[in-house]
C-alpha cells in the first residue's frame, strides 16, 4: 500500500499537473514509476541505444516531482486556533513552507493566502472558520493501475487523497463601561435636583482619532462596544445637569485578558455656601443701621419635593451657614424673639449662576401694637372687658323685649 500511494502521487504530480504539460514529462514521470515499481532494477536514460552511454538530463525535473510528493502529506506550521480582535487584522506565517500549496476551500470571515502567509481580517465578532486543502483540481476519478503480463503495464492519473486543515478563529471585541457616581455620597444617588444621566464622554485611539462616545442613561451607566483591542483615551465632554464636568483624562487598554473595562467616575455638583445673617429691631433701627443679631433662630430648608432637607440654628453672632447643592430651596423661619415679625418664606436657587457664597441679611421687625398693651396691660384688658358686657347687654335687652 505504500508502494501503492506513491505511485499515485507520481502521477499525479507527473505529466498533466499544473505546467507539467510538455512531453518531457511523460518520459520523467514514467521513469519515477518504474523505479518505483521495481527498485531491484536500474532505469536510466541513455544518449545512444547502441552505445547506452547514460545521461541525466532531467535532474531539477525530478527533484521538483519528488519534492512534490514528499510534501504532499505536510501540513502548514500554523496555529489551529487563533484569537483575534474585531476590526483587525492577523497574518499567520508558515515555516515550514508549506500553505503556497494550499487554497481555501471554505470560510466564513475575510481570508486569503499571500505567498506563505495567511491574512486574516474580522468584521464581527464571533466563532469563525476556515478550511484549507492541498486539493489542486477537480478530479472525479481514482487513480488506475492497468496491468497485464507480457506487456506494458499503465497507470492512469486519477485523484489522491487531499489533505484539509481546520482553523478555528475566535473574533473577539472589547467595551468600556461607566458607571457615573456623586462625589459627595460616593453613589449613584445625586445631590439635590442635579443629574447624572446625560453626561457625555469622548473615547480617543492612540492616534488621537475619536472611535465612539458614551453617554449616562438612566441606570447612570453608559457603554460603548465592539472595541478593537488597543489603549484609549477617555475624556468627559458633558456633564450632567448641575454637575461640574470631570477634567481629568483616562487611559486604559483593551486586550484579548482585558476585554471589558469598567470605570467608576465621579463628579462634583454644583454648590453654594448659604450664610443667613439674623438681625431683629425697630423700624427705627433698621433706617439707622443699629439692628441687633439675632441668635437662636431656628429656620428650616425645603428643596423642590417639599422635603426637609436641613434645620439650622443662628449662632450668638446671629450666623447660620449651610452648603446647599444645585437645586431650589424654600427658606422658612420657624420661631422669632418675642413682639417680633418673622421674615416671609423665601425662595433660593442653586445653579450654575450662583455666586459660590450666597449671603441673606434677614431682619425681624418689631410688632407694631396698640399703646395701651403697651403702657399698661391692665387697662387694655379692662376695654375689653367692658366691650364684652356691652355686647351681652345688647343681647339681653333684644330677648326680653320680645
Not at 108 to 131: C, F, M, Y
Not at 222 to 228: A, F, R
Not at 319 to 326: A, D, F
Request: avoid cysteine; charge should be negative.
Amino acid at each position: 500500500m505504500e508502494q501503492w500511494e506513491r505511485l499515485k502521487l507520481l502521477a499525479y504530480y507527473g505529466y498533466g499537473y499544473k505546467n507539467h504539460l510538455e512531453e518531457k514529462w511523460i518520459s520523467i514521470t514514467q521513469m519515477l514509476i518504474w523505479r518505483t515499481v521495481d527498485p531491484s532494477h536500474s532505469f536510466n536514460w541513455i544518449d545512444n541505444v547502441n552505445d547506452k552511454n547514460i545521461i541525466y538530463p532531467y535532474n531539477s525535473e525530478i527533484e521538483e516531482i519528488e519534492s512534490l510528493v514528499s510534501s504532499h502529506n505536510l501540513i502548514p506550521s500554523i496555529p489551529k486556533e487563533v484569537r483575534m480582535s474585531i476590526n483587525d487584522s492577523v497574518e499567520l506565517f508558515d515555516n515550514s513552507l508549506q500553505l503556497n500549496k494550499f487554497k481555501i476551500i471554505e470560510s466564513d470571515i475575510d481570508a486569503r493566502i499571500v505567498d506563505n502567509k495567511l491574512v486574516i481580517n474580522s468584521s464581527e465578532e464571533g466563532h469563525k472558520k476556515i478550511i484549507l486543502s492541498n486539493r489542486d483540481d477537480n478530479l472525479s476519478y481514482s487513480t488506475e493501475f492497468f496491468y497485464s503480463f507480457g506487456t506494458q503495464s499503465v497507470i492512469e492519473r486519477g485523484s489522491v487523497d487531499f489533505l484539509e486543515l481546520e482553523i478555528d478563529i475566535y473574533v473577539e471585541s472589547g467595551s468600556i463601561k461607566i458607571v457615573k457616581l456623586d462625589s459627595d455620597s460616593n453613589s449613584i444617588i445625586p445631590s439635590g435636583d442635579a443629574s447624572l444621566v446625560g453626561a457625555k464622554y469622548s473615547v480617543f485611539d492612540i492616534d488621537d482619532n475619536l472611535i465612539g462616545s458614551i453617554v449616562i442613561g438612566d441606570n447612570n451607566t453608559g457603554v460603548l462596544e465592539n472595541i478593537s483591542y488597543g489603549k484609549y483615551r477617555i475624556k468627559e465632554v458633558e456633564a450632567g445637569k448641575g454637575y461640574y464636568i470631570d477634567k481629568n483624562e483616562y487611559f486604559i487598554d483593551i486586550d484579548r485578558d482585558n476585554l471589558n473595562v469598567e470605570l467608576n467616575l465621579k463628579n462634583d455638583v454644583i454648590k453654594s455656601k448659604i450664610k443667613i445673617i439674623k438681625y431683629y429691631g425697630s423700624n427705627e433701627d433698621y433706617a439707622n443701621f443699629s439692628m441687633k443679631v439675632e441668635s437662636g433662630i431656628t429656620f428650616e430648608f425645603y428643596d423642590s419635593n417639599n422635603d426637609l432637607v436641613y434645620t439650622g440654628i443662628t449662632d450668638e453672632f446671629g450666623i447660620l451657614e449651610v452648603i446647599l447643592p444645585y437645586g431650589k430651596y424654600t427658606i422658612k423661619q420657624i420661631n422669632t424673639t418675642d413682639n417680633y415679625d418673622k421674615v416671609d418664606d423665601m425662595t433660593i436657587i442653586v445653579d450654575e449662576k450662583s455666586n459660590v457664597s450666597i449671603t441673606l441679611p434677614l431682619y425681624d421687625i418689631e410688632i407694631d401694637v396698640p399703646d395701651a398693651y403697651i403702657e399698661d396691660g391692665s387697662r387694655f384688658y379692662d376695654f375689653i372687658l367692658l366691650l364684652i358686657l356691652a355686647i351681652l347687654s345688647g343681647v339681653l335687652y333684644v330677648i326680653n323685649s320680645k
